[in-house]
Nanobody, 129 residues
Framework: QVRLVESGGGRVQAGDSLRLSCAAS?????????MGWFRQAPGKDREFVAN????????YYADSSKGRFTISRDNAENTVILQMNDLTPEDTAVYYC?????????????????????WGQGTQVTVSS
């Protein structure tokens, strides 16, 4: 089992920044392949934001995140960070941290919901104009 706890959400103005954190724990966390962030706005599907391959540190971003968001990890603390800059009202959503202990031949599976087997409870981000 892997337990994920997100923090750092809140209400900000357009153009502001927020830093989301996800603390991971659990006996099987050592087998984690990828950590990702997803978000879900009201009435919309949960969508991929960014991921980081836990061992090699490579990252990938959705087009909507590129240039504004940065995902990073702290291996010692088992924490993944999502730094979000220049936020817009379109970024308003519940943000979810996810962990994948699943092995895929192609990293593209980690850019989808199906690529993850553990999820946090989510943290609300609200951006007003």
């Amino acid at each position: 089992q892997v337990r994920l706890v997100e923090s750092g959400g809140g209400r900000v103005q357009a153009g502001d920044s927020l830093r989301l954190s996800c603390a991971a724990s659990g006996r099987t966390f050592s087998t984690t392949r990828s950590m990702g962030w997803f978000r879900q706005a009201p009435g919309k599907d949960r969508e991929f934001v960014a991921n980081i391959m836990w061992r090699r540190g490579s990252t990938y971003y959705a087009d909507s995140s590129k240039g504004r968001f940065t995902i990073s990890r702290d291996n010692a603390e088992n924490t993944v960070i999502l730094q979000m800059n220049d936020l817009t009202p379109e970024d308003t959503a519940v943000y979810y941290c996810a962990a994948s202990t699943l092995t895929y031949y192609h990293d593209t599976y980690y850019y989808t919901r199906r690529g993850y087997d553990y999820w946090g409870q989510g943290t609300q981000v609200t951006v007003s104009s």
